[in-house]
C-alpha cells in the first residue's frame, strides 16, 4: 500500500521543515512532544487536549525514552494536519464590546478587565493585544460570555449578576465599585462561612424565647452563722 503512494500525496509532504522526523520510520521519543508544541506553537493546555492527556501526565510523556503508538500516531498524524489541533476560541474583542453595548449603553471599554475576572487597568491592554494575547482562562471566560449573550442577549445580565456577585464574596461593596475600580484581590468570603452566617440556630428541645434570658450570677457569699455565747 505505501509504494503505491506518490511522494507528492505523500506525510513529507505535508510537513513543516522542522517536522520532518514525523515522516521518518523511527520510534519517537518525549522529545518529540516539545518540537511539535513549539512548531505549532501550542499553549501547554492545548499540547494536552490534542493528546488527550491531562497536564500531569504530559510532563512524564515529554521524558519517555519511548512513546506508545497511539501517541506516536498523533504526533505524525497532527503534524500533517495541523488544522485540526484543538485551539482556544476567542472573540474579537472590539466585537464582542460593541455587542455588550448594544445591550447594555452602561458598559465601558474600562469594565472589560473587571467582567474577565482582572484589574481596570487591563482593559486597556486588552483591547490594544487582543484576547488571544491573553491566558487561556481569560480567553475561555471571553468566549463563554460571547456564545451566552450572542445566543440571546438578555443573559448578559446574568452575566453580569455572576460579576457582581462574586464582587460580594470578596467584600467588595458596594458590588457595583468593581466595574469602576475592580479589586478582585480583596478577601474571598467562603461558601461554608456564608452557610453558617445565613442559618439561625436551632432551639433546643422545649426552648422558648423566655428561656433566652440570661442566668442570674450565682453568689459565693456564705450566709452568716450566729454563734451561741
Not at 481596570?120 to 494575547?133: D, F, H, M, P, V
Amino acid at each position: 500500500m505505501t509504494d503505491t503512494i506518490s511522494e507528492k500525496q505523500g506525510i513529507k509532504a505535508k510537513l513543516a521543515p522542522d517536522l520532518g522526523i514525523m515522516g521518518e520510520p523511527v520510534l519517537l521519543t518525549g522529545t518529540e512532544i516539545n518540537t511539535f508544541a513549539v512548531a505549532n506553537k501550542l499553549h501547554l493546555i492545548e499540547t494536552s487536549m490534542a493528546l488527550g492527556v491531562n497536564t500531569a501526565a504530559l510532563y512524564t510523556k515529554k521524558s519517555a525514552e519511548q512513546m506508545n503508538s497511539t501517541l506516536s500516531l498523533l504526533l505524525r498524524i497532527y503534524s500533517a494536519f495541523p488544522e485540526h489541533l484543538p485551539r482556544f476560541k476567542s472573540p474579537d474583542v472590539h466585537i464582542l464590546i460593541a455587542k455588550i453595548k448594544t445591550i447594555d449603553p452602561t458598559f465601558k471599554l474600562t469594565h472589560l478587565g473587571p467582567m474577565l475576572g482582572l484589574e481596570r487597568n487591563s482593559s486597556t491592554r486588552i483591547k490594544k493585544e487582543g484576547l488571544q494575547a491573553s491566558s487561556p482562562m481569560v480567553q475561555q471566560l471571553a468566549q463563554l460570555i460571547s456564545l451566552a449573550i450572542w445566543a440571546d442577549p438578555q443573559n448578559w445580565f446574568v452575566i453580569k449578576e455572576a460579576v457582581e456577585l462574586e464582587a460580594k464574596a470578596r467584600d467588595i461593596t458596594p458590588t457595583a465599585r468593581v466595574w469602576r475600580e475592580g479589586g478582585w484581590s480583596g478577601k474571598r468570603k467562603r461558601a461554608s462561612e456564608l452557610k453558617a452566617d445565613s442559618t439561625p440556630k436551632a432551639k433546643a428541645a422545649g426552648e422558648s424565647d423566655a428561656d433566652k434570658q440570661p442566668a442570674k450570677p450565682i453568689s459565693t457569699i456564705k450566709p452568716l452563722v450566729r454563734r451561741k455565747a
